[in-house]
């Protein structure tokens, strides 16, 4: 069973930029979650997709945002790129909105120049 | 009181040793407690995951002790062995249908050989 595909891998945007980054969940799998990693805030929720409606919404700027498609898979934008943007943006998808099992994928690398 | 307080940030024990991480937490309505193993360049794995009417669970080497009173959860790593060495976060999860994981700081385990 494949795990949580997210592309790509890295990618250097520079500032005011827009980005977009994709991820495939397991399959079967409908809640996709994102959250970004950083050495300074650690790992924070971004926010949750389930039935291509979003569910949830950490605290992050509207320059944030994603959508679901119907085949389950996510991405997620960044309009107007910051220095502060630079982050491993991790993806993790489980069975059901809500439900407890997590599964991340390795990330995209994002580094804003 | 959403936060999760994790420590010690950095770890390091001999090979058979026992590794120990506490977490702290304020919000009585997370409802789910899972500790995630993180090597570099990967994204974050479930290692183990406990309910608040459970206080201890044990898979392998690996134990989360949880203290319901005092809002406090730790992870015991019996027998470390030098394939442990990653960085390790606890994490908590809000109850209902909109959940989200609020993760702690992180330990960066090393297990000498």
């Known amino acids: 069973k494949a795990g949580v595909t997210q592309t790509p891998r890295y990618l250097i945007k520079t500032r005011g930029q827009q980005v977009t980054l994709s991820c495939s969940p397991i399959?079967?799998?409908?809640?996709v979650s994102w959250y970004q990693q950083t050495p300074g805030q650690g790992l924070q929720f971004l926010f949750e997709?389930?039935?291509?409606?979003?569910?949830n919404k950490g605290n992050f700027p509207g320059r944030f945002s994603g959508r679901q498609f119907s085949n389950s898979r996510s991405e997620m934008n960044v309009s107007t790129l910051e220095l502060g943007d630079s982050a491993l943006y991790l993806c993790?998808?489980?069975?059901?909105?809500?439900?407890?099992?997590?599964?991340f994928g390795s990330g995209t690398r994002l580094t804003v120049v | 009181q959403q936060q999760v307080k994790q420590s010690p940030q950095s770890l390091i024990v001999q090979k058979g040793g026992i590794s120990i991480i506490n977490c702290a937490y304020e919000?009585?309505?997370?409802?789910?407690f899972p500790w995630y193993q993180q090597f570099p360049g990967k994204g974050p794995a479930l290692l183990i995951a406990?309910?608040?009417?459970?206080s201890e669970k044990k898979e392998g080497r690996f134990t989360i002790s949880f203290n319901k009173s005092a809002k406090q959860f730790s992870l015991h790593i019996m027998d470390s062995q030098p394939g442990d060495s990653a960085t390790y976060f606890c994490?908590?999860?809000?109850?209902?249908?909109?959940?989200?994981?609020?993760f702690g700081s992180g330990t960066q385990l090393t297990v000498l050989p």
């Open positions: 993790a998808s489980s069975p059901l909105q809500g439900s407890y099992g997590y599964t």
């Open positions: 399959s079967g799998h409908r809640s």
């Open positions: 997709y389930f039935s291509e409606t979003q569910r």
């Open positions: 919000n009585t309505a997370f409802d789910y």
């Open positions: 406990i309910r608040p009417d459970v």
């Open positions: 994490a908590a999860s809000n109850s209902g249908s909109a959940r989200q994981l609020t």
